[in-house]
C-alpha cells in the first residue's frame, strides 16, 4: 500500500492514540481469549497488541506488530453479552455451518465464517481485508493503514468521487454474488477509505447467495449504497 495518504484520510482519533500509549486495561481480555492470542504469537502472526482501533457491538478491533514490524489487525469477538439472535439470522440455512446453535459456538462458527467470507471474496479479487488466521473467537488479518495508522470509514472521511467510490463497491458487490455471497452489512461504516479505494471490511455476516434472504439483503446492500452517496449533488447513481 503507497505510503502517501492525504490528512483527511487519517483518522481523527490518532492524536488520541498517542496520548493513551496503555489502551489495553486489565481485564478486557478474558482467559480463553488471552490463551488463543498466545496462540497466534506462537504461531508468528504478531508480536505485541498495541491498542484498540475500534470497539464494534460484537466485537473489538486492534492493531498488532509482527517481529518484522508490521502491522495486522486483530478482531476479537466478544464471548459476553454477543447478540446471538442476530448472529443467529445469518447462520440459518448455511450448510458450511449446519448445526451450530449455542452460545460459544456460535461465536466460534461465526469468526470462521468471517474468515472464510474473506476468503473467498479475497481470492474473487475484492478489495477487503486479507484474512490471515482464525481460532476460537479471533481473526487475524491485513491490517488497512498507512504507517500503522489506520484508515477511517467512509462515514468519517466522506468522499472525493463519488460516482467512482459508488461504481467500485457495487462492482465489488456484484463479483461476490458472481461468487456465490452477498456481503448484507453495507454502509459507510464498514468501508474503510485507503489510497486504494474504498474496501469493505465486516464480512462475517455475508450469506450464501442460496440463503432464503439473499436477494433482500443484496437489494439493501445497494440502496443503503446509494442513499448515502445521494447527499452528493454529483452523483448519478
Ligand atoms: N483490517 C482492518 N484494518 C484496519 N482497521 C480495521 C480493520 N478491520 C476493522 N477495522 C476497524 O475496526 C472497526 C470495527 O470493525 P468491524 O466493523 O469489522 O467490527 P464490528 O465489531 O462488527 O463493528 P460494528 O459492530 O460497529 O459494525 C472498523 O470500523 C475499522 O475502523
Ligand atoms: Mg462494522
Redesign the pocket.
Known amino acids: 500500500m503507497s505510503l502517501r495518504q492525504s490528512k483527511q484520510k487519517r483518522?481523527r482519533r490518532e492524536d488520541k492514540q498517542d496520548r493513551n500509549p496503555w489502551p489495553l486495561e486489565e481485564g478486557v481480555f478474558d482467559r480463553t481469549s488471552l490463551i488463543t492470542l498466545t496462540k497466534f504469537m506462537k504461531k508468528g502472526i504478531f508480536k505485541t497488541i498495541d491498542y484498540c482501533?475500534?470497539?464494534?457491538?460484537?466485537?473489538?478491533?486492534y492493531?498488532a506488530t509482527t517481529v518484522d514490524g508490521g502491522f495486522v489487525?486483530i478482531?476479537m469477538?466478544r464471548l459476553r453479552s454477543p447478540s446471538f439472535v442476530h448472529m443467529q439470522q445469518y447462520m440459518e440455512g448455511d450448510r458450511r455451518f449446519a448445526g451450530t446453535r449455542n452460545g460459544i459456538q456460535l461465536i466460534h462458527a461465526w469468526t470462521q465464517k468471517e474468515y472464510k467470507n474473506l476468503s473467498i471474496m479475497h481470492d474473487l479479487g475484492c478489495r477487503v481485508?486479507d484474512p490471515i488466521a482464525f481460532k476460537a473467537n479471533i481473526l487475524a488479518?491485513?491490517?488497512?493503514?498507512v504507517e500503522g495508522v489506520?484508515?477511517?470509514?467512509l462515514s468519517d472521511t466522506g468522499s472525493e468521487d463519488p460516482n467512482n467510490d459508488f461504481a467500485l463497491i457495487s462492482a465489488d458487490l456484484e463479483k461476490m454474488k458472481m461468487g456465490g455471497l452477498v456481503h448484507a452489512?453495507v454502509s459507510e461504516?464498514?468501508i474503510?477509505m485507503t489510497d486504494k479505494g474504498p474496501y469493505l471490511?465486516?464480512?462475517?455476516q455475508a450469506v450464501l447467495t442460496s440463503h432464503p434472504r439473499a436477494e433482500e439483503f443484496y437489494k439493501r446492500d445497494l440502496e443503503n449504497l446509494r442513499k448515502y452517496f445521494s447527499k452528493y449533488p454529483d452523483f448519478k447513481g
Open positions: 483518522p482501533i475500534a470497539e464494534g457491538k460484537e466485537a473489538n478491533v492493531r489487525a478482531k469477538y481485508p488479518m491485513e491490517f488497512l493503514g489506520p484508515y477511517s470509514q452489512d461504516y464498514n474503510l471490511i465486516d464480512c462475517g
